[in-house]
């Protein structure tokens, strides 16, 4: 069984930084999978934020790019996102999400399993 697991998530101020971590376990049985950073606000939908797979590939929303780093540790499984220079409407929950296949795009469905999420706000 997979399992994802999110951590890192917490309360800073503007201009602040914090790194969000994301470990996968059970699917160490192929070499090609993509990890990914989405994020959902109250009232607004899921929106992919970074996306990174285990072939080297990172991309990122226009909204995030100079401001985020993502990393994929490919020998565990791990995925993390640096996130600098934050402002008030980077406030979200952040969902890690694990695809079975290199090359997921920024998009939901692309991802067959999900944490439960952490939460991070950012205040003015």
């Known amino acids: 069984q997979v399992h994802v697991v999110e951590s890192g998530g917490g309360s800073v101020q503007s201009g602040g930084s914090l790194r969000l971590s994301c470990a996968a376990s059970?699917?160490?049985?192929?070499?090609?999978?993509?990890m990914a950073w989405f994020r959902q606000a109250p009232g607004k939908e899921r929106e992919g934020v970074a996306t990174?797979?285990?072939?080297?590939?990172?991309r990122y929303a226009d909204s995030v790019k100079g401001r985020f780093i993502i990393s994929l540790d490919n020998a565990k499984n791990t995925l993390s996102l640096q996130m600098n220079s934050l402002k008030p409407e980077d406030t979200a929950m952040y969902y890690c999400?694990?695809?079975?296949?290199?090359?997921?795009?920024?998009?939901?469905?692309?991802?067959?399993?999900w944490g439960q999420g952490t939460q991070v706000t950012v205040s003015s």
């Open positions: 999400g694990l695809g079975r296949r290199v090359g997921a795009a920024l998009w939901a469905p692309d991802y067959n399993d």
């Open positions: 059970g699917y160490t049985s192929s070499r090609y999978y993509s």
């Open positions: 990174a797979d285990s072939l080297g590939m990172r």
